[in-house]
């Protein structure tokens, strides 16, 4: 892993600056708040910036790249909690019981932003639209974890996690539409609770009925409202403003 030790770090700068900063936060606020963001941190394929079971001292935030959450269970098997991208954090699982819960994997060439907790929560006091920003993210948290304990089909899932996926990158500015899956296929497997062999027949299945085009790991999605129907989901009652989110 290197540091980035010569390199300044600026929020107001950076190109995720309307997803991970709070709305209503001027000049002086921000300055503060970029005073606690510690040098970013080069990371590569299977570098890990958090390791489970340590103490909680900070959360994370993306800048780019991708990576993973893997928590290993008292019999030793591991599983992905969770892909994160650029402008999200990772750590808040890890709060309550002041250690971390999983570990976090870079899964491609990955940049992260440190952040002292007890440091953001004391400025937060002094910042009412941060401490909401902070209270929104555990709210997302949350709602996440709900969401992978809901009754879906195989089927259903792998195409909630492909139009999840397509969501999040267009927030971020990238096409809705064509993405890179940086995860293996075992990953996705792992993450959804299914086998790797299942993962392929439905993306074929996807593939056949005209849904996806699928090449190695670049996937378009080629009939989006097909797609949100296999999520189970009724097309008119699931319009989603980007715009909106890019707040959530």
């Given at each position: 892993?290197?540091?980035?030790?010569?390199?300044?770090?600026?929020?107001?700068?950076?190109?995720?600056?309307?997803?991970?900063?709070?709305?209503?936060?001027?000049?002086?606020?921000?300055?503060?708040?970029?005073?606690?963001?510690?040098?970013?941190?080069?990371?590569?394929?299977?570098?890990?910036?958090?390791?489970?079971?340590?103490?909680?001292?900070?959360?994370?935030?993306?800048?780019?790249?991708?990576?993973?959450?893997?928590?290993?269970?008292?019999?030793?098997?591991?599983?992905?909690?969770?892909?994160?991208?650029?402008?999200?954090?990772?750590?808040?699982?890890?709060?309550?019981?002041?250690?971390?819960?999983?570990?976090?994997?870079?899964?491609?060439?990955?940049?992260?932003?440190?952040?002292?907790?007890?440091?953001?929560?004391?400025?937060?006091?002094?910042?009412?639209?941060?401490?909401?920003?902070?209270?929104?993210?555990?709210?997302?948290?949350?709602?996440n974890s709900n969401a992978l304990l809901s009754e879906l089909t195989a089927e259903?899932?792998?195409?909630?996690?492909?139009?999840?996926?397509?969501?999040?990158?267009?927030?971020?500015?990238?096409?809705?539409?064509?993405?890179?899956?940086?995860?293996?296929?075992?990953?996705?497997?792992?993450?959804?609770?299914?086998?790797?062999?299942?993962?392929?027949?439905?993306?074929?299945?996807?593939?056949?009925?005209?849904?996806?085009?699928?090449?190695?790991?670049?996937?378009?999605?080629?009939?989006?409202?097909?797609?949100?129907?296999?999520?189970?989901?009724?097309?008119?009652?699931?319009?989603?403003?980007?715009?909106?989110?890019?707040?959530?």
């Amino acid at each position: 892993m290197a540091d980035n030790k010569n390199q300044p770090h600026s929020c107001s700068l950076c190109s995720l600056g309307s997803i991970c900063l709070p709305l209503g936060v001027d000049k002086t606020g921000l300055a503060r708040l970029e005073a606690l963001v510690q040098n970013s941190q080069v990371q590569h394929d299977g570098d890990a910036v958090i390791h489970q079971g340590d103490p909680f001292t900070k959360i994370y935030a993306i800048k780019s790249g991708m990576y993973k959450s893997i928590k290993l269970n008292a019999d030793g098997h591991e599983t992905i909690t969770g892909f994160h991208l650029p402008g999200e954090l990772v750590g808040l699982d890890a709060i309550y019981p002041k250690e971390y819960t999983s570990s976090t994997v870079a899964l491609t060439s990955s940049v992260v932003c440190q952040i002292d907790y007890e440091q953001l929560t004391e400025l937060s006091t002094h910042i009412p639209a941060l401490q909401r920003q902070i209270m929104n993210l555990l709210s997302k948290e949350i709602n996440n974890s709900n969401a992978l304990l809901s009754e879906l089909t195989a089927e259903q899932k792998l195409a909630s996690f492909i139009r999840n996926l397509a969501t999040r990158y267009e927030i971020r500015g990238y096409s809705g539409s064509e993405l890179v899956l940086a995860m293996t296929r075992q990953d996705i497997a792992n993450h959804l609770g299914m086998a790797a062999e299942t993962v392929s027949r439905l993306l074929k299945r996807f593939q056949d009925k005209g849904v996806l085009r699928i090449k190695h790991r670049e996937v378009k999605i080629l009939d989006p409202e097909q797609l949100l129907r296999l999520t189970g989901c009724e097309v008119g009652l699931q319009h989603i403003d980007v715009n909106q989110l890019n707040r959530a």
